[in-house]
């Protein structure tokens, strides 16, 4: 995999382990919080750092975050969905071409709103935390 891919990638992940806050245990219409509580804590590991060294590695770890998201709350589900769209985005980067680059990091620096979103959600709600979210503009 390219490096520039890696690094978009890389970038990607971060803001989707965002999403992975995205595991809401209120008590809300829709989802089943307290199973998606449950496995962003179990796979909060795969969530924010993903072993994403090749192209076969992407597709998987794209499953674990729309099995993850089929539970999430209607609180933050659509937060959860906007980061999967950012990563599904990222994973469709062509190396080199900077026109896919581009739309991959607008998509995810779109989503860094909803990333912190699901940090604080996580938190509040799950008592899961799964570290610091790294964005560019800093969220309040």
């Known amino acids: 995999m390219d490096s520039r891919?890696?690094?978009?990638?890389?970038?990607?992940?971060?803001?989707?382990?965002?999403?992975?806050?995205?595991?809401?245990c209120g008590d809300d219409d829709g989802g089943d919080a307290e199973r998606f509580c449950g496995e962003v804590a179990a796979n909060a590991e795969a969530l924010t750092n993903p072993a994403v060294e090749y192209e076969n590695d992407i597709e998987p770890l794209l499953d674990l975050y729309r099995d993850i998201g089929s539970?999430?709350?209607?609180?933050?589900?659509?937060?959860w969905n906007q980061l999967v769209a950012a990563y599904e985005t990222a994973s469709l980067v062509v190396p080199?071409?900077?026109?896919?680059?581009?739309?991959?990091?607008?998509?995810?620096?779109?989503?860094e709103q909803s990333a912190a979103a699901i940090d604080r959600w996580l938190r509040a709600n799950c008592a899961v935390d799964i570290g610091p979210v790294a964005t560019i503009v800093p969220q309040g």
């Open 71 to 79: 539970l999430a709350p209607l609180a933050i589900e659509q937060e």
């Open 5 to 24: 891919v890696r690094r978009i990638v890389a970038a990607a992940s971060g803001v989707v382990a965002l999403a992975a806050g995205v595991a809401a």
């Open 96 to 111: 080199g071409d900077a026109a896919s680059e581009q739309e991959a990091l607008a998509a995810i620096y779109s989503s």
